[in-house]
């Protein structure tokens, strides 16, 4: 089973950045999938999860409604975060996380069953 994570990198402030998560050796289609961040000397938390069994079912931290979108493709086996309007305060490290069961809302805020490497996420000023 593997996560991989990209699109990374160092963006100014107000800037936008989309993540991808592509997997491979689980049932794609019946999961939830999304990320968390950790920033330096904080907490690990969720920012969002979709359900790959309905897409239409997504959550999101307060802290990121309205500027970050949580997508999926089916057939590539993937999960993306659009982030736009990125402040100071998103700059962390974004793990692509799982949970066996197509529940987002319960991966997000509760746990998660895999954990990927991280792609790091930078913002300036």
């Known amino acids: 089973v593997q996560l991989a994570e990209a699109g990374g990198g160092m963006v100014q402030a107000g800037g936008s950045l989309t993540l991808s998560c592509t997997t491979s050796?689980?049932?794609?289609?019946?999961?939830?999938i999304g990320w968390y961040r950790q920033a330096p000397g904080k907490e690990r938390e969720g920012v969002s999860c979709?359900?790959?069994?309905?897409?239409?079912?997504?959550w999101y931290d307060n802290a990121v409604t309205g500027r970050f979108t949580i997508t999926i493709d089916s057939a590539k086996n993937t999960a993306y975060l659009q982030m736009n309007n990125l402040t100071l305060e998103d700059t962390a490290t974004y793990h692509c996380?799982?949970?066996?069961?197509?529940?987002?809302?319960?991966?997000?805020?509760?746990?998660?069953?895999?954990w990927g490497q991280g792609t790091q996420v930078t913002v300036s000023s």
């Open positions: 979709i359900s790959t069994y309905e897409p239409d079912y997504t």
């Open positions: 996380v799982t949970l066996d069961r197509p529940r987002p809302m319960a991966l997000c805020q509760w746990g998660y069953d895999l």
């Open positions: 050796g689980f049932s794609f289609n019946d999961h939830a």
